[in-house]
């Protein structure tokens, strides 16, 4: 078990390949767009990769990362399909826990049914879920209604991103895996092939930065079909929330997608934030699967 901060090339490509295989088996990536940048380019010095090899052959991967310090460090883990139920997860994971002194919150994308049996072998508890929900595109949209005074451009690289980091920095403070970004985070999504600026939409009032809305389109590697839109982020500076900025700027960004010839879009939002997903549905979002996050029984909820 090697467990580095950063792991070399060729380790690099082994842990690559793993993620890979588990994908086409699985019909989901095993890890969240964080940990596979992380992966690839390095980042947080505090976070963790575990790389396990059996008889020369790299058969796991695990990305720990320290973002929340309150809640515990975030893992996603993953076993190459064809070396499962040989307790390869399980060493993994026991390591894990003693990287991360028994306070690993453990990501399962897709509610994997091993992932919940590997959680209920170490007493984890199914303690949070993310919704992943879609609609079709074809479907009617709304007409975009605007606050007052409000106006929506397209993100500037090279110019926005300070202000950018503060408005998402305040609209989401009390959700450290968003809100935490730093401008490295940012720039290193700007440097990714599927970064485009015509669909990062910045809402001004005057000339203040009050809202955005944060499109992407995933390849059909990504997720096991044809590309696919996603509503990739959406925040609301607190002064605006309750004008119906955030309905507006959802609404601009479902238009952009549908403009690109998407048949589909989809997003994620937390099971425990109803008046989010209650938006969602009246906009016609319907839930399409689910990620859930185990952590130890005795976990401060």
Known sequence: MKISERLDDG???DALGVVEAATEADGVRPLNEHA?????????????????????????????DPADEAEGPSVELVVHPAHRRRGHGAALLRAVLEVTGG??????????????????????DRMRSLWRMRRPLSAPLP???????????????????????????????????????????LRQREREPWFDPEGFFLAQRGDRLVG?????????????????????????????QGTGLGRALTLVGLRHLRSRGLAQVM??????????????ERLGFERWDVDVMYAPATHDR
């Not at 389109?217 to 605006?240: F, R």
């Open 11 to 13: 380790e690099i490509a």
């Open 36 to 64: 596979m940048l992380h992966l690839r380019y390095g980042g947080d010095p505090r976070a963790r990769s575990l790389l396990l090899d059996a008889d020369g052959t790299t058969v796991g991967y695990a990305h720990v």
């Open 103 to 124: 306070r690993a919150r453990l990501w399962a994308h897709g509610d994997h049914p091993g992932a919940a049996a590997l959680a209920a072998a170490f007493g984890l």
């Open 143 to 185: 007409d975009v209604a605007l606050p007052d005074g409000v106006l929506v451009r397209t993100f500037v690289p090279g110019r926005d991103e300070e202000a950018w980091l503060a408005v998402n920095a305040a609209a989401f403070a009390h959700h450290p895996e968003q809100g935490a970004w730093t401008l490295d985070d």
């Open 212 to 240: 955005f809305h944060w499109t992407k389109i995933h390849g059909s590697s990504e997720h096991g079909h044809e590309p696919l839109g996603e509503v990739y982020v959406v925040g609301v500076d607190p002064s605006q």
């Open 267 to 280: 997003l994620y939002v937390d099971e425990a934030n109803p008046a989010a997903v209650r938006l969602y």
